[in-house]
């Protein structure tokens, strides 16, 4: 995921990096603070502790840490507090208020540029869903069929067996109902599903859909659970077999898991 980190978010990480400088020039100008009473501020052990939050959330969002997110809020936090403590103890601006307010926005502000670019399925309430099951990664070919519309073609890049993520171009409505149709490990799945949010291009995901399947028939039931158990299977050698078997045996194992069909019976 790093080499996709876009130069905005690397921009705010070395920002973060940067804090205990930065802020200090910040301070000192907008809050108006003397030169000496910066000095007073480097012998602060709240100081080191707030830079450290900083610097740590900082780090994360350069090597694209999922924790770094949770990391940042609360390092702001930390920031917005000695911001105010920093007005009423040492500020001697004219316009306190209107310093802090500045502050707060420059905070809010960043967050949110942060946020635009780290967003993913996980953060959103409404999706439970998507967390509570098992997502898979792949590169299917799928054809969306919509009500009194043209079907278009997209790409499924997450599945499981509740929903899925597709890459499509062409802008699909909320909360809209499609049909799919795609095919994988030599079955042939069409389901009913339900488009529960849109999603813009971004560093950790394509533009797409995220869509939440709808009642499934037996036949299509046993199919997509039959693939989800052979998603597992590669993902499973993915994550321990190539460390435990050579590369010959290890692509040999891969290929015969990506192209062979599905057994009807542990389906």
């Given amino acids: ?30 809050f108006d603070i003397p030169i000496n009473t910066c000095f007073s501020i480097l ?45 009423l103890n040492y500020s001697e601006s004219h316009h ?9 926005f420059l905070q809010w502000g960043l967050v949110y540029r942060v946020s635009k670019e780290i967003r993913v399925p996980y953060f959103f309430p409404n999706i439970r869903w ?15 069929m919509r009500k009194e519309k043209d079907a278009q073609e997209g790409e499924i890049l997450d599945l499981s067996m509740l929903g899925c993520f597709i890459k499509v171009q062409e802008g699909l409505l909320q909360d809209e109902t499609v049909t799919l149709r795609f095919k994988l490990f030599g079955n042939d799945v069409q389901c009913e599903g339900r488009v529960v949010w849109l999603a813009q291009s971004a560093v ?3 533009k797409g859909v995220g869509v939440k399947f709808g009642l499934l028939t037996k036949v299509h039931r046993r199919s997509l659970r039959g693939i989800n158990r052979r998603l597992r299977k590669i993902a499973t050698l993915y994550r321990r077999g190539r460390y435990l078997m050579n590369q010959e045996d290890f692509l040999k194992r891969l ?8 057994d009807p019976a542990s389906s």
């Fill in 1 to 30: 995921m790093k080499q996709y980190t876009s130069r905005i978010l690397k921009s705010l990480a070395a920002l973060f990096l940067g804090f205990p400088v930065l802020y200090l020039v910040w301070v000192a100008a907008v």
């Fill in 43 to 87: 012998l602060s052990p709240f100081f080191y502790v707030v830079s450290i939050a900083v610097m740590v959330a900082g780090y994360g969002l350069w090597e694209m840490q999922r924790w770094s997110w949770h990391v940042l809020l609360v390092s702001q936090c930390l920031v917005f507090y000695e911001s105010a403590v920093f007005i």
């Fill in 96 to 104: 306190k208020f209107l310093a802090f307010i500045l502050s707060g």
């Fill in 130 to 144: 998507w967390e509570s099951n098992p997502r898979y990664k792949l590169s299917v070919p799928v054809t969306l």
């Fill in 204 to 206: 950790t995901h394509p």
């Fill in 255 to 262: 290929e015969e898991l990506e192209t062979s069909g599905l």
